[in-house]
């Protein structure tokens, strides 16, 4: 069982930067067995892969609209993932979620994924 809480939120102006943190307590299993995946979801629209990263962190993918601009990383020592995000655009706006997932590399499919977070608004304006 794994809970996840998102923070770093927040409204910020086009080319700016936000960092999200998504702080984890497991038990059974441990924070470092999981592959962590950052999702976002807009108004109106599906839930979108945005970049994932396998345990070691020896595996990251991004989707190709961030890549550049995004960086996802992982302290397992610190059970916490994050995803620092520069050169934020309007349409990066949406509630972003980070979800945890038993798997042997990446996927960028939300099913694939075990447990989610409640989410984090970030709203980048023009």
């Known amino acids: 069982q794994v809970q996840l809480v998102e923070s770093g939120g927040g409204l910020v102006q086009a080319g700016g930067s936000l960092r999200l943190s998504c702080a984890a307590s497991a038990s059974g299993r441990t924070f470092s067995s999981y592959t962590m995946g950052w999702f976002r979801q807009a108004p109106g629209k599906e839930r979108e892969f945005v970049a994932a990263?396998?345990?070691?962190?020896?595996?990251?993918y991004y989707i190709d609209s961030v890549k550049g601009r995004f960086t996802i990383s992982r302290e397992n020592a610190k059970n916490t993932v994050y995803l620092q995000m520069n050169s934020l655009k309007p349409e990066d706006t949406a509630v972003y979620y980070c979800?945890?997932?038993?798997?042997?590399?990446?996927?960028?499919?939300?099913?694939?994924?075990?447990?989610w977070g409640q989410g984090t608004q970030v709203t980048v304006s023009s």
């Open positions: 990263i396998t345990w070691s962190g020896g595996n990251i």
């Open positions: 979800a945890a997932g038993v798997l042997r590399s990446i996927a960028t499919f939300s099913r694939a994924y075990d447990y």
